[in-house]
């Protein structure tokens, strides 16, 4: 018998009801075509990927036996640089973002200090303010610091224009704790910096496990800043080294292209295998109203 | 808080303004220095105020308003100060008023691209409904371990970086090996350049799109639907009503919310949309894929080498910055009015 | 619960701790000296010069272990740009390699070389390192020298991948198969481009969507035509002393300047933010009215029908395949693609190839000769008068674009010379890549062509140059300039001139000449310098002649003094002190 606390309440309903066949089939039905449609790119990329250029044009949508595995080492050949330095950008920023913005939250959210209401709304403000113009003085300024082809022109920026959004999540999650559990601290004699790593960062884990997933999502997916910054071979991300790919001839053949799309996106399902849970909690949760 | 003219009205009279007036000082120092307001008889703890623990907080909080001020608000009034100067190619600029403007607005591929975008915009609005369809049908899943399920699936392309599938489709469209071309070739006769072709590459980019359901917006109504109690669904008549008027009565009260907020989003992004046009970007669909966004892009990063015209670049993302900024701020109190 | 706190917290710590460790590793170099050079090839393009330049930096760093050679590699449709915000940020690579155009744009952002091509090599028995290149002083331009607008001339480059007596062509290779089977000989290829519209009718019939294969560059495949018009076009604009052999090609590039930027309605009455003369632009400009316009724009609109359709959203990847897999019976090839082309058809291309060697051969891009503008005229593409205007100025042979300089090579920043030690460096590694023994190996493993005499052409290059005409090569052929040189309405003019010729032609232009005026533009006046700096060139010039007692010097420095005064002329009686249209005789 299942538990019909743990069904929706339109459910629930439904079920002391007589049940309707065809609405139900009708659901599926519908799930399984969006399904099929969202996730045929995958499936294709999955079956491109162990077949030679040749099986790749003719027989596109079936799989080919026996499987070139071939391909991987090839690919990883060409995108291992892309990779390593990709990989290297998304630990900078999502460590260094994480930390100052709950650094912030925290202090916005629970501390007092002149200026606290002020220094937040220009944060807040920074959010409703479009930053399509944005692109072409940042990279005059990038340029101006000597920053571009280095990790800091990528990670500076995504920890800069990141703070505004993500310092209000955290500050209004930490205003919502009881300010009993920092007191009892305090009054201990705790140093605020203990209070800090000690008590403020395990509660906020879920926060930062979303935040974190977050930023590894964006760094991965960024396209347009790296292109125009990182121009040099070496220091290229993986998207603008698959897109560059692409359009060359080093990616004639295109099975071994597409296994390199394939490993583009191994770190992402690890991301997503440890933080399924935390992501979709924390998007159905509805945790930001504003 | 109490308003300001109630304050006036009973203090009453000039004694009564200056007792007033002495109350918005006050307000204006609690906000700017983080003090409370006062009972009569208490006093402001000034070494709480200005003391080592409000340091350490000032600290917590320093970096992230010095990374977003250098960063974020500093490159917005470059960006609004330089569109008013002549910016050479050393990045060295003289003030000439507003001749970038006038360089912007005689353009006519500024309007040709003013037109895509409006393309976009429109399609982008009417595209927002799939999603919102795959909602109604996920929330209406009987069991909720099958809407799990369904969930994670729908998460599952999240994994590959978003540009690897506009690779794939700009693959699968191509002129001589693409899939979808010798398809179309199959079923309507010709050979279609959807890559190609101006009058086809905008509906060759929309098409991609499909099914047009975007998973994280998904994830979000369905958290706002789920957190609703069950006397409201008690409230409401369920019998014999059908499952579209169900809809419009029942689950779309519900998400109107946060479909605002999805829309603001969706507004201002179609303004500034630029990315994917350059992606499908070359010299036979140039006029039919510009979008104003593309064209200040290519205004300061020209793919040939001419040289680049930074000047107009600034202008054209200032005028940008003012429309979508002025839609979001539309868009919002609409939101706001609407809700009552 | 305590317990997950503080071993979170000692997480959190040590990924800190790494991530910080990571980001200053990755930052501090050495104590190795750092010599940055910068080129368009990296370790993925199809070319090999990566490798040669691989090869160059271990030979030098395995006997200067104190110094670190860096390799930096930006893409090609970037490097202009990236050259733009390296000079002016003060970010720019020690050794950068460049492209002409793009060197003539930042001359005063480089250093004068020309007292260590005086120099003895440490590499090289001759007595300068400059006698080392073949040709000599004679193949060296001499160009502006002088930092931000100042005077002086000298030599700014070292010469690389280059050779003053060869182009390195790009070939056609075409599938023997079907070409035998359209009823042509593939052993005996076309020339002129009489011959190759032929053989593209007879292949038309078996491959009526086009015969070549083709990516979506408009510019590249239009060069093939633009090149073979305007045979020393901009002569006819100047005095006939200037296009005397001895100065002809030392001053082609000043009457290029002088030709595409000068405005014939003259000259705006403020100046520009820098204090320079601006071309009052968007107005007619000497080139609209060039007499083989009409002949060269229709010739272009007809060899891009030849291409293969939708070649306009093809990369460079679908174009090979075409090719190799045999949809389509001709392509282009490179020595660089010539390889992978090849053990691509063996493996892909089946029984639509003969197998074995024959299965591809070759031909050089023809040349345009006065039988093939009579073709035209039969097939009514272009009129009698069109073709008789444009016949003074074709190619009517093969052609090399070098023209007997060296026009292409590394070129050093102006700053490094003001770090003696960083700079003895440079030079010192320059002289070790252009040393004889070095460049021997370095174009077998670059695929490349060495500017030192005496060092073979490898086979894989070699046979990638057009027969030398008995009356040598044409030269100076500018008929592309209008349009490379131009902007348009598009902000590039391949979009525009791809739009007239195949697409809707949205702009309206009725014929060649509109097109080509609206293209032109004098966008690229900020390169010419002040009149007074040519005045002091021609003066240090001078002073340098009278101070020679050397007798073989003096005539080398009498030269220069002749080059440096006509060059003072040029600018100051056709350019800043003209009046009225610029035109030809």
Redesign the interface.
Not at chain 2, 31 to 34: F, P, Q, S
Not at chain 2, 137 to 144: C, D, L, P, Y
Not at chain 2, 167 to 171: A, T
């Given at each position: 018998m299942?538990n019909l606390k743990?069904?929706?309440?339109?459910?629930?309903?439904?079920?002391r009801r007589k049940k309707w066949i065809p609405?139900?089939l009708g659901?599926h039905i519908?799930?399984w075509?969006?399904?099929i449609?969202?996730?045929m790119?995958?499936y294709?990329?999955l079956i491109s990927s162990v077949k030679t250029?040749?099986q790749v044009?003719n027989d596109?949508?079936v799989p080919t036996f026996p499987f070139v595995f071939s391909n991987f080492p090839k690919a990883w050949e060409?995108i291992s640089p892309y990779f390593t330095t990709t990989f290297?950008y998304a630990?900078?920023n999502t460590?260094?973002t994480t930390?100052?913005?709950v650094?912030?939250g925290?202090?916005?959210g629970k501390?007092?200090?002149?200026?606290?209401?002020?220094?937040f709304m220009?944060?807040f403000a920074?959010m409703?303010?479009?930053?399509?113009?944005?692109?072409?003085?940042?990279?005059?300024?990038a340029?101006?610091l000597?920053i571009?082809n280095?990790?800091w022109v990528i990670v500076?920026?995504c920890?800069?224009?990141s703070?505004?959004y993500w310092?209000f999540v955290m500050k209004t999650f930490v205003e919502q704790q009881p300010k009993e559990l920092f007191e009892s601290m305090r009054l201990d004699g705790a140093s605020?910096?203990r209070i800090?790593?000690?008590?403020v960062?395990?509660l906020l884990?879920p926060m930062i496990s979303l935040m974190a997933i977050n930023l590894v999502?964006f760094s991965?997916?960024d396209?347009?800043w790296p292109l125009?910054t990182l121009?040099?071979?070496?220091k290229r991300t993986?998207?603008v080294g698959?897109?560059?790919?692409?359009?060359?001839?080093?990616?004639?053949d295109?099975g071994v292209l597409m296994s390199g799309?394939l490993l583009?996106?191994l770190p992402?399902?690890v991301v997503?295998m440890f933080g399924?849970k935390a992501?979709?909690k924390g998007?159905?949760?509805?945790a930001i109203k504003? | 808080m109490k308003k300001l003219s109630v304050l006036i009205k009973e203090a009453g009279g000039k004694k009564g303004i200056l007792a007033a007036l002495k109350k918005i000082g006050l307000r204006f120092r609690n906000?700017?220095?983080?003090t409370d307001e006062m009972l009569p008889g208490q006093k402001i703890r000034w070494k709480?105020?200005?003391g080592l623990?409000?340091?350490?907080?000032?600290l917590?909080?320093l970096?992230?308003?010095v990374?977003?001020?250098?960063?974020?608000?500093?490159?917005?009034f470059?960006?609004?100060i330089?569109a008013f100067c002549y910016v050479d190619r050393s990045?060295e600029s003289y003030f000439i008023g507003l001749e970038n403007f006038k360089n912007v607005f005689t353009d006519p591929i500024l309007y040709k691209s003013i037109g895509n975008m409006l393309f976009f915009f429109v399609f982008n609005l009417i595209l927002m409904f799939p999603t919102i369809i795959?909602t109604v049908?996920?929330?209406?899943?009987?069991?909720?371990k099958v809407?799990y399920v369904?969930?994670?699936?729908?998460?599952?392309?999240?994994?590959?970086?978003?540009?690897?599938?506009t690779?794939?489709?700009?693959?699968v469209f191509g002129y001589n090996?693409g899939?979808m071309t010798d398809l179309a070739e199959k079923i309507f006769g010709e050979r279609y350049n959807f890559l190609g072709d101006p009058d086809l590459i905008k509906w060759t980019i929309l098409f991609t799109g499909?099914?047009w359901?975007t998973?994280?917006n998904v994830?979000?109504y369905?958290?706002?639907?789920?957190?609703?109690?069950?006397s409201?669904?008690d409230a409401a008549k369920?019998d014999g009503v059908g499952?579209i008027k169900k809809f419009f009565s029942l689950e779309l009260p519900l998400i109107v919310g946060?479909f605002k907020?999805v829309l603001i989003g969706v507004l201002?992004a179609s303004?500034?949309t630029?990315?994917t046009q350059?992606?499908y970007y070359n010299a036979a669909v140039h006029d039919a894929v510009m979008t104003p966004?593309l064209l200040?892009?290519f205004k300061?990063?020209p793919l040939t080498t001419v040289p680049a015209d930074?000047g107009y670049?600034?202008a054209l993302?200032?005028v940008?910055?003012v429309v979508?900024?002025t839609l979001?701020?539309l868009s919002?109190k609409f939101v706001k009015s609407a809700d009552y | 619960m305590k317990k997950?706190?503080?071993v979170?917290?000692v997480v959190?710590?040590a990924?800190?701790a790494a991530?910080l460790l990571?980001?200053s590793a990755?930052?501090g170099g050495g104590s190795k000296k750092e010599i940055v050079v910068m080129t368009w090839h990296?370790?993925?393009?199809?070319t090999q010069y990566y490798q040669g330049y691989k090869y160059l930096e271990e030979e030098y760093e395995k006997e200067h272990s104190d110094v670190d050679i860096v390799l930096?590699?930006?893409?090609d449709s970037?490097y202009s740009q990236?050259l733009e915000?390296g000079f002016?940020?003060?970010?720019a690579p020690d050794v950068i390699l460049m492209k002409s155009a793009q060197r003539s744009t930042y001359l005063s952002d480089l250093l004068d070389l020309t007292p260590y091509f005086l120099e003895k090599s440490a590499y090289s028995d001759s007595d300068r390192w400059i006698d080392d290149f073949i040709g000599g002083m004679n193949s060296f331009k001499l160009e502006n020298s002088g930092a931000d607008d100042e005077a002086a001339l000298g030599y700014m480059f070292v010469p690389f991948d280059s050779n003053p007596n060869f182009t390195e062509e790009t070939m056609f290779i075409f599938n023997t198969k079907q070409i035998a089977e359209a009823g042509l000989d593939p052993n005996d290829p076309p020339e002129t481009y009489e011959e190759f519209f032929t053989w593209m009718e007879a292949l038309r019939v078996d491959f009526p969507d086009g015969i070549i294969a083709g990516n979506s560059d408009v510019g590249t495949k239009l060069s093939h035509i633009h090149f073979e018009f305007g045979n020393h076009y901009f002569d006819s604009f100047f005095d006939e002393k200037y296009s005397t052999d001895d100065v002809s090609d030392a001053l082609f590039w000043d009457k290029t300047y002088i030709v595409l930027t000068y405005s014939q309605e003259g000259f705006e009455d403020e100046l520009d933010a820098a204090g320079r003369q601006v071309p009052i632009s968007g107005g007619p400009m000497a080139i609209d009215s060039a007499p083989y316009n009409d002949a060269m724009t229709e010739f272009g609109r007809h060899y891009l029908e030849q291409y293969r359709e939708g070649w306009i959203s093809t990369?460079?990847?679908d174009a090979?395949?075409l090719f190799t897999?045999g949809d389509v019976p001709m392509y282009t090839v490179t020595p660089n693609?010539y390889d992978?082309l090849l053990s691509?058809v063996a493996s892909?291309g089946g029984d639509k190839f003969n197998q074995g060697e024959n299965a591809t051969g070759m031909f050089p891009v023809p040349y345009l000769d006065a039988a093939t503008l009579d073709y035209a005229v039969e097939k009514g593409w272009i009129t009698q008068a069109q073709a008789d205007s444009a016949e003074p100025w074709i190619a009517g042979k093969y052609s090399a674009q070098t023209g007997g300089q060296f026009d292409f090579g590394f070129t050093v920043n102006r700053k490094v010379g003001e770090n003696q030690e960083k700079l003895d460096i440079v030079i010192d590694f320059l002289q070790f890549a252009t040393s004889k023994d070095i460049q021997e190996e370095y174009v077998v493993k670059a695929n490349s062509i060495s500017p030192i005499d005496g060092v073979p052409i490898p086979e894989s290059v070699s046979r990638f140059s057009s027969p030398e005409p008995e009356d040598g090569y044409a030269t100076q052929l500018v008929g592309g300039y209008a349009f490379e040189w131009g902007l348009g309405p598009d902000d590039n003019w391949g979009v525009t001139t791809y739009d007239y010729m195949l697409g809707e032609n949205k702009h309206g232009y009725k014929n060649a000449t509109e097109l080509i005026t609206a293209l032109s533009d004098p966008l690229w006046y900020g390169d010419i310098l002040q009149l007074s700096a040519y005045k002091e060139a021609m003066d240090t010039k001078q002073a340098e002649y009278d101070a020679t007692t050397d007798e073989a010097m003096k005539q080398i420095k009498e030269l220069e003094l002749k080059i440096a005064t006509y060059r003072y002329e040029l600018y100051k009686d056709y350019y800043y002190e003209k009046t009225g249209p610029l035109t030809s005789k």
């Open positions: 299942e743990t069904e929706s309440p339109i459910a629930q309903k439904m079920h609405q139900d659901k519908y799930m075509i969006v399904l449609l969202m996730l790119p995958l294709i990329l250029s040749a044009l596109f949508f060409i290297y630990v900078l460590v260094l930390l100052v913005a650094l912030a925290y202090a916005f501390l007092r200090f002149p200026g606290r209401k002020l220094l220009l944060l920074k409703f303010l479009p930053t399509v113009m944005n692109l072409v003085p940042s990279f005059m300024l340029s101006k000597g571009l280095t990790a500076l920026f920890i800069g224009q703070q505004p310092v605020e910096f800090f790593t000690t008590l960062t395990p884990l999502l991965w997916n396209f347009v125009v121009t040099e071979d070496s993986i998207t698959l897109y560059w790919l692409s359009k060359s001839q080093v990616g004639r295109y799309y583009s996106a992402l399902v997503f399924m992501f979709m998007l159905t949760a509805g504003i | 906000y700017i220095l983080d709480r105020v200005f623990s409000s340091l350490i907080a000032f917590f909080a970096p992230a308003i990374t977003n001020v250098i960063f974020d608000w500093i490159p917005m470059d960006g609004i330089k990045g795959c049908v996920m929330f209406r899943m009987k069991s909720a809407q369904y969930r994670v699936l729908l998460c599952l392309p999240m994994v590959v970086p978003s540009l690897v599938f690779l794939l489709w700009i693959f090996f899939v499909i099914p359901v998973s994280n994830l979000i369905i958290g706002g639907l789920n957190g609703i109690s069950e409201v669904w369920l499952p946060q907020l201002g303004i500034t630029y990315s350059l992606m966004g200040m892009y300061a990063f930074y670049s600034y993302g200032l940008l910055f979508s900024l979001s701020l919002m | 997950l706190r503080s979170l917290t959190m710590a990924m800190l991530t990571i980001a990755c930052s990296g370790p993925y393009d199809s930096r590699s930006e893409p970037q990236i915000t002016s940020g003060g970010t990369s460079d990847t090979s395949l897999r693609t992978t691509d892909m």
